[in-house]
């Protein structure tokens, strides 16, 4: 069983790693307003996950079972969410948030090339400032979001669970 979970671990972070690096290779041949919009939005992503793990590791099962008893569709989604909370920890925190840091890594040494080229920028300035701006942002952000995932645990299950229920359909 722990096996067939590692190699499931491994093949979706191999499959998101190559969507997201073929996406930031391909980007690097576009303008530097459309890299940024990238950046961000991977980085984005990132905190989003980190944001929903911690949510699923905190929530309580209880509030779930209630709504499940009161025929709420998408409380047995949530119900098996937070029974697998550690999984789904794993692939949002672990999985998604490394590759989002990988890749957002990758797009900032495209963002790195382009300020030296285009404005002449010294080459040590400008990875400082660019890995100074992704490391504040996605540290900042995670911490930022994982205070509102433990305060809105549930509510944050909840919507997850909708998701996971439209999308299961």
Excluded at 11 to 28: D, H, P, Q, R
Aim: charged share 15%; net charge positive; proline share 1%.
């Amino acid at each position: 069983m722990k096996s067939k979970w590692i190699l499931q671990v491994f093949m979706i972070s191999f499959l998101l790693s190559a969507v997201f690096s073929g996406l930031s290779t391909y980007v690097s041949d576009f303008n530097v307003i459309l890299l940024l919009i990238i950046l961000l939005t991977v980085i984005g992503i990132g905190i989003l996950f980190d944001m929903i793990g911690v949510a699923t590791l905190t929530a309580e099962e209880a509030p779930f079972h209630a709504r499940n008893s009161k025929k709420i569709k998408e409380a047995s989604a949530c119900i098996r969410l937070i029974k697998n909370s550690t999984k789904v920890s794993s692939v949002c925190n672990d999985i998604v948030g490394d590759i989002c840091g990988i890749v957002s890594g990758s797009l900032g040494a495209t963002l790195t090339l382009y300020l030296t080229v285009s404005f002449q920028m010294n080459p040590l300035l400008a990875t400082i400032l660019v890995t100074s701006f992704i490391s504040a942002l996605t540290v900042g952000g995670k911490a930022y979001f994982k205070t509102i995932a433990t305060k809105q645990s549930d509510a944050i299950v909840l919507l997850v669970g909708k998701i996971v229920q439209i999308i299961s359909k």
